[in-house]
């Protein structure tokens, strides 16, 4: 275990001051997806049909613990706030609809810049290698390919991280915009069909 985190440091130190940003960037960036994935998946499991949702809302009554999904979040949140003049309420869930939809939604499109900005970030890292490596051939000539070794892995390494972060990250993020996509037409279609039992 050492030796491996002696070579990460030697990977890291190698690839210059770039390399700082790049792994916050992957950091920030991993949270905030390991957050949606968590989020979007208590939404997604244990859901309660979209009938018995019109039950509950009829009855005026909060769903049973046991119902977890996006359809027993929508009537907990509306009962919550239902007043009981059919008109306001028919606002009330509209609102609450798109309130949960903007939650669906949040962090979203940090995450698409977070892994947009990781490849520039290895891009700098490749400018500020080559000119470490400009610096050394003004000084030592290109008969020193030893001095020149440093400037090119840094701007390989540094260009090598930032993809290796900006993947996974374009990946995930598809797949979280996907998934919200999927949940907020389920939570629209719910919300009208609740319109019924108002």
Known sequence: MPSFIAHVDEYIQAGGVVMIPILMISLVMWILIINRVMYLRK?????????KAGEYVKANQMPDQQYQGINAFLVREFLARRCGDAEVDSYILDETVMKLV??????LAVINVLSGVAPLLGLLGTVTGMMVTFDVITVFGTGNAKAMASGISEALITTQTGLLVSIPGLYMSGFLVKRASNLKYRLTATGMYLKRYL
């Open 102 to 107: 903007a939650a669906m939604d949040r962090y």
């Open 43 to 51: 939404l997604f499991y244990k859901n309660m049909p979209r009938r």
